[in-house]
């Protein structure tokens, strides 16, 4: 909205300040003036950006009233002297039969004016604000609108056939508009009608039929009040927004109407003309006890002061300051006790209700920057989430092993919740969403780490290794569960030379679970091929026998492994991608560990290598079975160094260098002993099948 | 010490044996000067000093063997010496020479470092940590809530009416088969952090301090700054005597701890349907101080939170559950901001969905 600073002056004289600093003095209170550009000797336009809120201020009486207010200047009233006018013969007939829709309609009715290009003042800010002038019945109700924002129309009164009536519109009517276009009403449109027809949409745009003309002589002023809301539903339905209906549609100022009327037909009698009898002004009483007429609001400093806390140059907002502020802004102030008020509401501004909407008003006005900056003191505790130390202590471990850190989508498509939700049916649909790849909210951090690691793959990124902690959903309409989650994929080099492999994120997994406290911690699996069907829990998305299931203290606490092939191929990724969820919502469940440190051997350790050659069918576990089950306090370590399957190992086996340390608290081993020990060593691996290596 | 001879020794006389023992010193010095690495000292070492093979050894066993009884005293004494000068030259050699010996193992430094990779915290996460620990060394709480929210919780107890035309500002994005439920239970997606306030009120009697970061959705189509999905962190105080005063004081000490002292915080009048009054707030350029750049687009100012006091029938809906939040008696203030739009002026993020995209190479640069 452009406003021109002359015309703000015309209406405060006393301005003192310059068309800039106006402009800051506005803006700090919320008037905001965007852009100031120089007009030269007509002093300046101001590019406006009103809040919605203030329908009242988007006109230059109303910015001329906060002007006056923030400087504490007496704001000009409107000079709506006429022409004195004839009697008339016959006066107009207004008749409302919707009082709820309609609540004021003013009827003024101008003879013999002289249609003519607008001249003088009207013209002049009509250049100034890049209006275009049509001539000056029109240009006079388009003037009044910049003027002080009421929205009036004038009708060709020889084109009318018999008195207004404001009502409904009959489904199925039709109303060509100012526009050109012909419109087809229903009875939730109001409209403005003649005994025959309708004459324009109320509110919204008038009509086509009587519209003025070159030819036309005598005209009918419209100044009205019509319900926010049906208008809104109008200039929705028909996609009809104009000047009118934005401001009807916020709550115009009810007792506008008169004064707009005179406004408008000042300026057309200007030219020619006289008024035709007097304004015709029908009152639904009932509108104006919500409008004109609210409740006067009991009002005290002492809430003022409460609120807003000291100034920069008092302990508060001072009383002659809020009775300032607040007559101002054009509220009565009647006193009601010591520094309290009983407040009458000004017809304007219908988003004034409540005492706080004053205690904003008297700290916009007398501005935000000049209230004491101070801190208030506290008397309660900070308190940490009870996850706060483990989701900290999850992300830390990843980040140190070399993982990066992201965050996706929290939807997902259908086909995708299907194959990765937890349990089947549980996933939750979208009613309205964004596309059909996010109609679900996500049941799985997966989804979107595939996505992720696909595109790192088609960008050619040597090596991907990211992990995602979000929310997973799962429920149905009546009700949504939200578990947090921790998601996990690797691809290609990401952590070294060489390519992830499962032992990669099984060492990551191992790494999360020992920040845990557990009794027991455990990986296993279900290959697809062994066991009853009920068993096989190995989830679709993983290869049957390059996963695990991680288990803590009993619970599932999670899965990963290698995507399973078919789904690597639905989604066209040709290397293979390890993956990985782990349920925070269970890990959570235990505490974090709290290291308790064992006391260190003063003797020298023994270290001894064991090279076997085993059967394939005795995995590693066996091994660490076997050797826990000799229970010899003294064999402190035990780890595989190496494994060789293929070339270097026999058919069927895999070779096993096997590292162990032997140390003794209480002093240093003797060879016989370690030579003992050793020998249990190679006689448990034996029984197991077994063959020490040469 | 290609020489293994012992030098001949022509007499007993002082001046002969004075002769064989300076010709065998300038053998010394002159291996001595060849010294030039560790190896080669230790070389010398063995040649001279070495206990079975050492020439000096040698040569005393081989001059002293032949030597009459009163020779053998002149004679040891020139060995004890000329053994001290050895070991003076070895001691020298292992001072001396060190610079040029070490030199000679010299590598390129120029090479780069090898380095095991770390994993890169999000920058969102990084900078929701950074603005929550800001506020709760001021003594707030973090609070959280659920991302699907209730009508009542997202919209309704925060004063946006149904038919409110502020609630058409936040394109909602809801949960299937709601239609049969009244308004108030039917399940979205939350559009701010700000149901969280109600939730805590609720739950928790004045006073109250909480830190809401998390994560919001909106029916937002992506552009270089709009995303469906973005973070929020909101804050909350209530109390009894908190002002309007209180909320520039606390958001200007906040700015100033996560900016920098010199940012200055200056606050407009603004609109929210459950603050009042509310305010927009910019701080001052924290990129140029002020002079005007292109991340404050020239202006010196960057707005970056909305906030205001809590609005009274605010507390009206809390008060349902929990009486003590009577507008009379008590008020607060209430603040948000956008994490997103502060890590992207701050890590100079051109485009949103990057945030949002996985790329390794750019999450690799906040490593």
Redesign the interface.
Same mark, same amino acid.
């Given at each position: 909205m452009k406003i021109l600073s002359s015309w703000l002056r015309e209406y405060v004289p006393g301005i003192a300040v310059s068309d800039r600093e106006l402009a800051d003095d506005l803006?700090?209170?919320?008037i905001?003036v965007e852009g100031v550009f120089d007009l030269g000797a007509h002093g300046s336009l101001f590019e406006m950006d009103i809040?919605?809120?203030r329908v009242d201020a988007m006109n230059h009486y109303g910015i001329a009233r906060e002007a006056a207010t923030i400087y504490g200047l007496e704001l000009k009233l409107l000079d709506t002297s006429l022409p004195a006018a004839r009697v008339a013969a016959r006066p107009v007939s207004v008749s409302i039969e919707e009082p709820k829709l309609c609540g004021r309609f003013t009827a003024r009715v101008l003879l013999d004016i002289r249609l003519t290009p607008s001249s003088g003042v009207v013209a002049e800010r009509f250049r100034l604000l890049e209006q275009k002038p049509i001539f000056n019945a029109v240009d006079a109700t388009n003037y009044v609108v910049l003027a002080m924002g009421q929205p009036t129309h004038a009708f060709d009164l020889d084109k009318l056939e018999g008195g207004i009536i404001v009502r409904r519109a009959r489904n199925g009517e039709k109303l060509r508009t100012l526009d050109g276009v012909e419109r087809l009403l229903d009875a939730d449109d109001l409209v403005v009608a003649d005994e025959k027809k309708a004459l324009g949409l109320a509110g919204v745009m008038g009509g086509w039929d009587t519209m003025i003309t070159p030819e036309t002589r005598n005209v009918l002023v419209e100044a009205a009040w019509f319900d926010p809301g049906v208008v809104r539903r109008s200039s929705k339905r028909h996609l009809l927004h104009t000047d009118a209906s934005h401001r009807f549609e916020r709550g115009a100022d009810f007792n506008a109407p008169p004064v707009a009327s005179a406004l408008v037909s000042r300026i057309i009698l200007e030219a020619g003309g006289h008024p035709e009898g007097e304004l015709v002004d029908v009152v639904v009483e009932e509108a104006v006890a919500r409008t004109a007429k609210r409740a006067s609001v009991s009002f005290s400093l002492g809430e003022v002061r $409460? *609120?807003?806390?000291?100034t920069e140059d008092a302990e508060g907002i001072l009383a002659g300051t809020a009775e300032g502020i607040l007559s101002g802004l054009g509220c009565g102030m009647a006193n009601a006790g010591a520094e309290s008020w009983s407040v009458t509401l000004p017809s304007w501004r219908l988003d004034l209700e409540?005492g706080?909407?004053l205690?904003?008003e008297i700290?916009?006005v007398y501005g935000?920057?000049r209230?004491?900056?101070?801190?208030?003191a !506290?008397?309660?505790?900070?308190?940490?989430?009870p996850w706060?130390g483990k989701e900290s202590a999850v992300?830390a471990t990843?980040?140190?092993?070399?993982?990066?850190?992201?965050?996706?989508?929290? !939807?997902c498509a259908s086909e995708d919740a299907a194959r990765f939700v937890r349990e089947p049916g549980a996933a939750?649909?979208?009613?309205?969403?964004?596309s059909e790849e996010?109609g679900m909210?996500r049941p799985s951090l997966l989804p979107? *780490?595939l996505?992720?690691?696909a595109?790192?793959i088609s $960008?050619d990124?040597e090596g991907?290794?990211?992990?995602?902690m979000?929310?997973v959903?799962s429920g149905?309409?009546e009700r949504?569960d939200?578990r947090p989650s921790l998601g996990f994929g690797a691809t290609g080099q990401?952590?070294g030379k060489q390519d992830v492999d499962f032992y990669e994120l099984k060492g990551t997994v191992e790494a999360l679970l020992g920040k845990f406290a557990s009794r027991s911690a455990y990986f296993d699996h279900f290959p697809a091929a062994s066991g009853p069907a009920a068993l096989r829990l190995t989830p679709a998305w993983l290869h049957p026998g390059r996963s695990a299931r991680a288990v803590l203290d009993g619970a599932t606490v999670g899965w990963f492994g290698q995507l399973h092939p078919a789904e690597a191929e639905r989604r066209k990724l040709k290397q293979a991608v390890w993956i990985g969820e782990l349920w925070l919502d269970r890990l959570y469940r235990q505490g974090l560990r709290q290291p308790v440190v064992e006391e260190l051997s003063r003797y020298q350790p023994v270290r001894r290598d064991f090279s076997l050659m085993l059967p394939d069918s005795v995995a590693y576990a066996k091994v660490a079975e076997a050797l826990e089950g000799l229970a010899i306090p003294e064999l402190r370590i035990f780890e595989p160094k190496e494994v060789l399957r293929g070339k270097m190992a026999a058919p069927a086996h895999y070779s096993l260098l096997l590292g162990v340390v032997f140390q003794s608290h209480e002093r240093t081993l003797r060879e016989e002993e370690v030579q003992g020990w050793s020998q249990q060593v190679v006689a448990a691996l034996e029984a197991l099948g077994g063959k020490l290596r040469a | 010490m290609q020489n293994d001879e012992i030098p001949p020794l022509s007499g007993w006389s002082e001046a002969e044996l004075d002769r064989a023992f300076a010709a065998v010193a300038a053998e010394v010095e002159k291996s001595a000067a060849s010294i030039r690495s560790p190896d080669d000292k230790e070389q010398f070492r063995l040649a001279w000093l070495g206990r079975k093979q050492g020439r000096l050894k040698a040569i005393s066993d081989a001059w002293l063997k032949s030597a009459p009884a009163e020779a053998k005293k002149q004679i040891g004494q020139r060995f004890n010496t000329l053994k001290a000068e050895i070991e003076q030259r070895l001691e020298q050699a292992g001072a001396g020479s060190s610079d040029s010996a070490l030199n000679a193992e010299a590598i390129d430094i120029t090479l780069p470092g090898t380095r095991r990779k770390l994993g890169a915290e999000h920058p969102l996460i990084k900078t929701w940590n950074e603005i929550v620990a800001v506020f709760q060394r001021m003594g707030y709480s973090v609070g959280v809530g659920p991302e699907v929210e209730t009508d009542y919780y997202n919209f309704e107890s925060l004063n946006f009416p149904p038919g409110h035309p502020a609630r058409d500002t936040q394109d909602t994005l809801v949960i299937v088969g709601q239609e049969r439920k009244p308004l108030r239970d039917r399940l979205l997606m939350r559009t701010h952090t700000s149901p969280v306030q109600i939730r805590t009120m609720e739950q928790q009697p004045p006073p109250v301090r909480i830190i809401i970061p998390g994560k919001v959705h909106r029916n937002d189509a992506a552009d270089a700054t709009h995303y469906p999905i973005f973070h929020q962190v909101e804050g909350l105080c209530v109390d009894t005597n908190i002002t309007f005063g209180d909320l520039k004081g606390t958001l200007d000490a906040a700015m100033k701890a996560f900016f920098g002292s010199s940012v200055k915080t200056r606050f407009f009048p603004s609109f929210f349907p459950f603050t009042e009054p509310s305010a927009d707030v910019q701080i001052s350029c924290p990129f140029c101080g002020g002079s005007g750049c292109r991340k404050c687009k020239q202006s010196g100012w960057i707005e970056l939170l909305g906030c205001g006091m809590v609005d009274p029938a605010v507390f009206g809906f809390v008060s349902q559950k929990q009486s003590l939040y009577d507008p009379a008696r008590i008020s607060g203030f209430a603040f948000g901001m956008g994490i997103d739009r502060i890590a992207m002026m701050k890590y100079g993020i051109g485009d949103i969905g990057l945030l949002y995209s996985g790329d390794q190479r750019f999450l690799e640069q906040f490593a």
């Open positions: 803006t700090l209170r919320g905001a809040t919605t809120n $409460r *609120m807003l806390g000291p409540r706080i909407d205690v904003e700290a916009r935000y920057n209230f004491r900056n101070t801190v208030p !506290f008397s309660g505790t900070v308190v940490e989430l706060a992300r990843l980040l140190a092993l070399g993982w990066n850190e992201a965050i996706s989508s929290s !939807f939750v649909a979208i009613g309205n969403p964004l996010a909210l979107g *780490m996505d992720m690691l595109l790192n $960008r990124v991907t290794a990211l992990f995602e979000g929310t959903f149905g309409p949504v939200e990401a952590f | -």
